[in-house]
Each structure stands twice: as C-alpha cells, then as structure tokens.
C-alpha cells in the first residue's frame, strides 16, 4: 500500500514563530488533506489539496503532485495552534491513510 | 454545516457489557466511517458504509458490530470487549466513497475505556 512520512516528528515553537511541516507519499494520490488534530481528539479539517496551492489565514498548503509531497506553512503562530497535524491521502476506493503526524507545541 | 456528531463523548465500559456508539450527519453525505485511534497514532480505518451498505470491513473482530439504519445514522455496537480496545474512536463521512474531491469530515469522537 502507500506509504505517508510526515516530517518533523515533533516541533517546539515559541508563539510568533513560523514553521513548515512536510508530508511525503510513495504513490499517485487522487486525494489529500491536511487535519489538525486538537488536544481533545477533534480531528479539523484544514485543506483538501491535492495539487497546488491553498492558502486560509496565517495556514497555506502547497502540493506538489508530481514529486509526491505537501508542505503545510504556518505562519505567525499561537498557542491554539498546538497539536498534532495529520496528512492523509487517497490512491483509489475509499481509504484514507494518515501519516504518523507532527506533534507540534506553540509554547506563550 | 459541516458537523458530524458522537455521542457519548466519554464511555467505560466492562468486559461483559454491551454499549453502542452513535454517529450522526445532515449534511446529505452518502459515506460514513468507523475508525479507531490510539494514543499518539494515526486513526485506523475499521469499517466503510456507502450508501447504507457495509462496503469495507478492515478485519475489525466481531466484537464491533457496526450499523447504518438511515443515511444520517451510524452506529457502532460493542460486546465482550478486551482493554486493549480502549481508544478514541472516530466517526466521518464523505458525500460519497470514491469521488476524487470528497473531504471527509470527522466527529469529535467516544472516548472509549473498557475495564
């Protein structure tokens, strides 16, 4: 099956800083979202991207389809943005197959 | 609207009782998801309905047995559970299972603990 690497495992940031998170796949995806996935479980919705480039406030996603990666930026960031990020992706049929996600921690 | 609903948000649970979990949409979604997460892991898919059709069973044991009596309703039925099946688990639907543009948008989860 497709294999998802995401890229820094973990992360510390002081709140202010910007940062970039990077996911890798094996494989042609028809599919690819990017979660967050707050301290209570809830799994958000952050962009649906399979290619090219997406931008929602201090958040932007870039995919590069044909070298099999994304990239998710965040810019100026804030305590809130604390958790884990997940980047999942589709080949064909219904399964979605997460990376192992970055933990990410925005220290005040 | 964008919401997908669980209820309970917090469950315990015995090994020799028998609980349900629900799941819940309006948004006219067609696919609806089962998965499970474990502490600092990915979800895992356990099962696929599409449209109210058990579609994808992950090899989940048959102590999860798993519902859909409308379109907007998913439910999961547990019995006879061992610990090592406490975790959060996830509901999420899709308008449909194979459409190249579906999101899928998860509930907030039942934090499940069985003793």
């Known amino acids: 099956g497709i294999q998802v690497e995401q890229s820094p495992p973990d992360l510390i940031l002081q709140e202010g800083a910007n940062s970039t998170l990077r996911c890798n796949f094996s494989d042609s995806v028809n599919n690819l979202q990017w979660f967050h996935q707050n301290p209570w479980g809830q799994l958000i919705n952050l962009f649906y991207i399979p290619s090219g480039t997406k931008q929602n406030g201090r958040l932007s996603a870039t995919t590069v389809a044909t070298e099999r990666y994304s990239l998710l930026y965040i810019s100026s960031s804030q305590t809130t943005d604390s958790g884990v990020y997940f980047c999942a992706v589709r080949t064909s049929g219904s399964r979605l197959t997460f990376g192992e996600g970055t933990q990410l921690t925005v220290n005040p | 609207d964008t919401e997908v609903t669980q209820t309970p948000k917090h469950l315990v649970m015995g090994m020799t009782n028998k609980k349900s979990l629900k799941c819940e949409q309006h948004?006219?979604?067609?696919?609806m998801y089962w998965y499970k997460q474990k502490a600092k892991k990915p979800p895992e898919l356990m099962f696929v309905?599409?449209?109210?059709?058990?579609?994808i069973n992950e090899s989940v044991p048959s102590r999860f047995s798993p519902e859909c009596p409308n379109s907007s309703l998913l439910n999961l039925h547990l019995h006879a559970l061992q610990p090592e099946d406490s975790a959060l688990y996830l509901c999420a639907s899709s308008f449909r299972t194979s459409g190249a543009s579906d999101t899928q948008y998860f509930g907030p989860g039942t934090r499940l603990t069985v003793l």
């Open positions: 309905y599409s449209y109210e059709k058990l579609s």
């Open positions: 948004m006219g979604h067609r696919a």
